[in-house]
Antibody, heavy 119, light 110 residues
Framework: EVQLVESGGGLVQPGGSLKLSCAAS????????MHWVRQASGKGLEWVGR??????????AYAASVKGRFTISRDDSKNTAYLQMNSLKTEDTAVYYC??????????WGQGTLVTVSS | QSALTQPASVSGSPGQSITISCTGT?????????VSWYQQHPGKAPKLMIY???NRPSGVSNRFSGSKSGNTASLTISGLQAEDEADYYC??????????FGTGTKVTVL
């Protein structure tokens, strides 16, 4: 059974940093691209970014709204993807989901972790 | 990259069919057959319903179908049921090698 479990969310002040983790199981993690998607309360889904597999040089891509502030990485030995968030803004407050890249869609999702940016 | 445009809400009676549109540009929806649809119930993670415009994952009811014409993709739910009441989002690959979601549609079963 495929499982994705996010952790690391919490309350952080504006300008601060936070690192989210996404622990994967039930599939060949090293061969899969992983994405992060966020959702502010009462709002729609927003794609944050992705990291490809080693075979694709661990290439990353980001939404314009987070580029230069967020960094996605992975540790295939731990079956875990990460989202390092720096220079956080109040508008980054959201539930953050990690999701697996299937054929060309997001086929499995975690339960999400809440990040609140507030003073 | 602007969000794809979806109607804010669509409603129908049990047994009826409804269609949700998802309009983008030639740089996303119109340029690739990589449109997918997601169902999200309140407080839950999204669930994949349609991938690559019109394919259904195993376990998804055949009441759900997808199509695309030009820059607009569509999700049709036939034989509407109470359990279909949820938010629905489309998503597309883009020419920048990124992804974009639609604005979301709330489906209400009357």
């Amino acid at each position: 059974e495929v499982q994705l479990v996010e952790s690391g969310g919490g309350l952080v002040q504006p300008g601060g940093s936070l690192k989210l983790s996404c622990a994967a199981s039930g599939f060949t993690f090293s061969g899969s691209a992983m994405h992060w998607v966020r959702q502010a309360s009462g709002k729609g889904l927003e794609w944050v970014g992705r990291i490809r597999s080693k075979a694709n040089s661990y290439a990353t891509a980001y939404a314009a709204s987070v580029k230069g502030r967020f960094t996605i990485s992975r540790d295939d030995s731990k079956n875990t993807a990460y989202l390092q968030m720096n220079s956080l803004k109040t508008e980054d407050t959201a539930v953050y989901y990690c999701t697996r890249h299937g054929g060309d869609e997001f086929d499995y999702w975690g339960q999400g972790t809440l990040v609140t940016v507030s003073s | 990259q602007s969000a794809l445009t979806q109607p804010a809400s669509v409603s129908g009676s049990p047994g009826q069919s409804i269609t949700i549109s998802c309009t983008g540009t030639s740089s996303d929806v119109g340029g690739y057959n990589y449109v997918s649809w997601y169902q999200q119930h309140p407080g839950k993670a999204p669930k994949l319903m349609i991938y690559e415009v019109s394919n259904r994952p195993s376990g998804v009811s055949n009441r759900f179908s997808g199509s695309k014409s030009g820059n607009t993709a569509s999700l049709t739910i036939s034989g509407l049921q109470a359990e279909d009441e949820a938010d629905y989002y489309c998503s597309s690959y883009t020419s920048s090698s990124t992804r974009v979601f639609g604005t979301g549609t709330k489906v209400t079963v009357l």
